[in-house]
């Protein structure tokens, strides 16, 4: 085919290579050039210094270069040859002492830095810092973040609820005036102002605040009976259903029929939250239905009596659900099974004490209770029957003081109460596996009630007897949240601005449709300060009795109007005979309202005469006259 078509071939033969060959020259070709470099160098030093001999070291070294050259012509696979920069003069006779096999590998070292003694030393004092930096670590104190705080004024009555998003964006606090407010850190200044306030449950105090899992909407729990569920913004999304309160047993009721204690939201499931109250149940509900409660938990007594249940709460799997209730006795149910509990302590906290909170650590096994008899204990709930660790002598004012966990369950953390002018409030730190403690910070002279610890933004919001909401954090430690408004300059007032009105110029048009030329504002401020009219100042109010023919204000009712126009009537309406021939006269003299009418139909009046005998009656005496 190729001799009939003319050509040889069907094109060139694609070349070959053969890159280990490659390699290997190039891996020659640099230890040649050092070679000569070395050469080069050594010759230099040679002529600036006519009295210095040349090193053996150097001599050793290039016999050895030459050595290597001639064994890796013969050997392809040695990995002794000399790659980089030549060695300094100096650091021939730490060479001597290595090994034939290491190589140089980088720039030579500066000459301070010869002695493998001193390097000994410096290993030495890195193994130092790396300790100490092992025992910053170890110990949890030095993670608290408690160098910097701000403050925010919720109010001057107790902050008694605690709020904040799982992003940590948001902060919402409620307490017993009744207000919910929104902070969202992002949007605040140095002002530090709530961007939204509200009542949500009217005159109800709140008792508990906690957004979901998803932190789409607030859980808003108050003393009423009806728990509430707000969005981010503040509007409502659900209200949950009161029960009949003259059912006897709450099971077969929709809702609750007394006051709410407390709330949580599921920890996975983000439509489900619970509650408790004094009518001695706790239940569950479902966000997508309002109409009747999920389950009902009803605690009960050694004798099955009813409890009422104090604080409630999720294990961190959601599986488990905790309540103590006002006998000091610590329940827990199986989320699924709602008639027997699982586990059950009869005398955690003294009897009547009411619980006011508890709380799961981070790795589920270990709880944590607040009592109101001043302790804090934590339990083992695989062995319910006795407390791990108890602490005395923390002062509790409030029916939802509570605790919480460090995010690396290694502190637990609580406020304590105080009265009026007799201290301040403090804000304890315990090491979970010894249970000393180990820290306190002093909030502020009132109460702390609450203490949130958010595992994201390592920051930890305290609430206090006194209005307070403040945030501590740490610069290094902590990220976003507070860190993000207090680099923020306060934003300056907007003065109020007079718009005046547009002028529209016509110079061609009609006398009649022409506007009139504007003149400026002083010369009409002027004008109008002339005008008796328009620069009048109106009277203030009367205060007392009353002057210059003006009286008193005495109220806008219309009693207070009838009480007064009685004072001013002077007349007497004693004898109504009189009261009404006070007019005859008037009416006879100008006859307007009745003669009128009858003027020209009405016949003169005919009047009888009067007789002797009628005269002579009046003229006798009283006792004479005849009694009708």
């Known amino acids: 085919m190729a001799s009939i078509m003319g050509f040889s071939g069907f094109g060139k033969k694609a070349r070959t290579f053969d890159l280990d060959a490659i390699f290997e020259q190039t891996r020659r070709t640099a230890i040649e050039r050092s070679r000569h470099g070395l050469e080069d160098r050594q010759q230099e030093d040679e002529g600036e210094s006519s009295h210095s001999v040349k090193s053996p070291g150097s001599t050793q070294r290039d016999k050895a270069a030459t050595a290597t050259s001639s064994s890796d012509s013969s050997d392809s696979d040695s990995d002794s040859g000399l790659i980089g920069p030549p060695v300094p003069p100096q650091l021939t006779a730490q060479d001597e002492d290595e090994d034939d096999d290491d190589e140089l590998v980088g720039p030579p070292l500066p000459p301070g830095y010869g002695s493998t003694a001193h390097d000994d030393d410096d290993d030495d004092d890195d193994d130092d810092d790396d300790d100490d930096e092992d025992d910053d670590d170890d110990n949890p104190v030095k993670k608290i973040p408690d160098t910097h705080e701000i403050t925010l004024q919720h109010g001057t009555k107790v902050v008694s609820a605690l709020g904040l998003d799982p992003s940590g964006a948001r902060l919402v606090t409620g307490g017993y005036d009744y207000d919910v407010r929104f902070w969202d850190f992002a949007g605040m200044d140095q002002a530090l102002q709530a961007f939204r306030s509200l009542q949500p449950c009217e005159c109800h105090q709140i008792k508990c605040l906690q957004y979901s899992i998803t932190g789409d909407v607030l859980l808003v729990v108050s003393g009423n009976a009806q728990a509430k569920v707000l969005d981010r913004d503040g509007f409502n999304v659900m209200e949950c259903v009161k029960g009949d309160q003259y059912i006897v047993d709450m099971a077969n009721t929709k809702g609750h029929t007394a006051m709410l204690n407390s709330g949580c939201w599921h920890p996975k499931i983000k439509e489900e939250f619970m509650t408790c109250s004094n009518d001695g149940t706790v239940r569950t509900w479902d966000l997508n239905s309002d109409k009747k409660h999920k389950s009902v938990f009803k605690p009960r007594s ?39 509990t699982k586990f059950h302590c009869r005398q955690a906290h003294a009897p009547g004490s009411d619980p006011s909170c508890l709380t799961f650590s981070y790795n589920g096994t270990t709880l944590a209770s607040r009592g109101g008899d001043d302790t804090l204990k934590t339990w083992d709930i695989r062995s319910f029957k006795k407390p791990l660790n108890v602490a005395t002598g923390l002062t509790s004012y409030f029916p939802m003081t509570d605790c919480c966990f460090s995010p690396d369950d290694k502190l637990l953390v609580t406020g304590t109460s105080v009265r009026k002018d007799e201290g301040n409030g403090k804000l304890v730190f315990f090491d979970q596996a010894s249970f000393q403690r180990v820290y306190e910070i002093e909030v502020t002279s009132a109460s702390v009630v609450r203490c949130l610890w958010h595992p994201k933004l390592n920051q930890i919001m305290v609430g206090t007897g006194n209005g307070l909401a403040k945030v501590y954090y740490d610069p290094v430690k902590s990220h976003r949240g507070a860190k993000l408004c207090v680099v923020k300059s306060m934003r300056k007032e907007k003065q109020a601005e007079t718009l005046t009105q547009d002028y529209i110029i016509t110079p061609h048009a009609l006398p009649m449709f022409r506007e009139a030329r504007q003149r400026s504002t002083r010369k009409q401020l002027e004008k109008d300060r002339l005008d008796p009219m328009k620069s009048h100042k109106p009277e203030p109010p009367v205060s007392g009795p009353g002057r210059g023919g003006r009286v008193a204000a005495h109220g806008g009712t219309l009693s207070s109007f009838i009480v007064k126009n009685i004072a001013l009537d002077k007349t007497d309406d004693s004898n109504p005979r009189q009261a009404i021939l006070r007019h005859a006269k008037e009416a006879s003299e100008n006859p307007y309202w009745v003669a009128p009418a009858y003027k020209t139909t009405q016949p003169e009046p005919v009047f009888a005469e009067e007789s002797e005998e009628e005269e002579e009656a009046d003229k006798e005496p009283q006792w004479k006259k005849r009694k009708i």
């Not at 006998?327 to 149910?333: A, L």
Request: a positive charge; one cysteine or more; hydrophobic letters at 30%.
């Open 302 to 340: 050694l004798q099955g009596k009813k409890v009422i249940p104090t604080c409630c709460t999720y294990s961190r799997d959601g599986k488990l659900i905790a309540a103590g209730c006002q006998d000091g006795t610590i329940q827990i149910w199986d989320r699924n099974l709602s008639v027997h």
